[in-house]
């Protein structure tokens, strides 16, 4: 018996990924990644790089520097019609490491992982009953 080292991404969930870069289109999502559960809600890349990109805009010259670049990845990546997807985007994520809340417990939080690091994954959001 061998364990198996493969790192290929699962198709289905490649597929929603890449709706949501080509299409717009958004869902929510729970991951399962390395023992850990992410939860939140599949975003494009577009969105993500834009929604990142306003955390930057107010700030210093650098802060402004990074939010230019950072709207510039979100304007590629929706030019960017590629047949194949590398990373995952959500927003409003959380992740629960075990039996302990969530880290973050509040705000918006963008998040960004590789597909081919997703263990499973099911469709919907988990929400804490103490919110």
């Known amino acids: 018996m061998s364990i198996s080292t493969d790192t290929a991404k699962d198709g289905l969930l490649e597929l929603l990924v890449q709706a949501a870069n080509q299409h717009d289109f958004s869902l929510d999502i729970t ?3 390395n023992g850990a559960v992410i939860t ?3 975003i494009s ?3 993500y790089f834009t929604e990142l990109s306003g955390m930057f805009e107010d700030g210093d ?3 402004q520097a990074l939010s230019e670049q950072l709207e510039q990845a979100g304007q590629a990546a929706e030019s960017d ?4 997807a590398s990373f995952i985007h959500m927003k409003e994520t ?3 490491c ?3 809340k969530p880290t973050p417990s509040k705000g918006d939080i963008l998040w960004r992982g590789k597909l081919n690091e997703v ?3 099911f469709l919907g959001k988990i929400f804490d009953s103490k919110q």
């Open 98 to 100: 075990g039996d302990s």
């Open 94 to 96: 959380k992740v629960y």
């Open 31 to 33: 991951l399962n990644v």
């Open 81 to 84: 019609d590629r047949s194949e």
């Open 45 to 47: 890349a577009k969105e």
């Open 61 to 63: 010259e650098v802060a």
């Open 40 to 42: 939140g809600t599949l």
């Open 119 to 121: 263990d499973g994954f």
